[in-house]
């Protein structure tokens, strides 16, 4: 079983950034697939970003060029870097893993999940 461990949400206006952290302590992770998708009020889930073992990555088109996605292999933990944050930001954000090849960002490619970690961008 993968344990996902997400840290860094907040609250901050608009402009502003945030780093999330997923970290999967105890796990080779370096081979899966990570992604890290967000879930706002009353909406579906969605994909934001992904990296594969190669480091490939893909984002959502709503976030190029704002956010970064990036891991540390020796930590076992995964980065998701937020600048020019907008209120249209505003969810819980998830950390998942899965066995895909590539940098997926539909939901269903994953197969862990963690608990979520709450942003909220205010104007």
């Known amino acids: 079983q993968v344990q996902l461990v997400e840290s860094g949400g907040g609250s901050v206006h608009a402009g502003g950034s945030l780093r999330l952290s997923c970290a999967v302590p105890?796990?080779?992770?370096?081979?899966?697939?990570m992604g890290w998708f967000r879930q706002a009020p009353g909406k579906e889930r969605e994909g934001v970003a992904a990296?594969?073992?190669?480091?490939?990555?893909s984002y959502a088109d709503s976030v190029k060029g704002r956010f970064t996605i990036s891991k540390d292999n020796a930590k076992n933990t995964l980065y998701l870097q937020m600048n020019i944050l907008k209120p249209e930001d505003t969810a819980m954000y998830y950390c998942?893993?899965?066995?895909?090849?590539?940098?997926?960002?539909?939901?269903?490619?994953?197969?862990?999940w963690g608990q979520g970690t709450q942003v909220t961008v205010s104007s």
């Open positions: 998942a893993a899965g066995s895909g090849w590539a940098p997926y960002l539909e939901g269903y490619e994953y197969n862990y």
């Open positions: 990296i594969d073992s190669d480091e490939e990555t």
């Open positions: 105890g796990y080779t992770y370096s081979t899966y697939c």
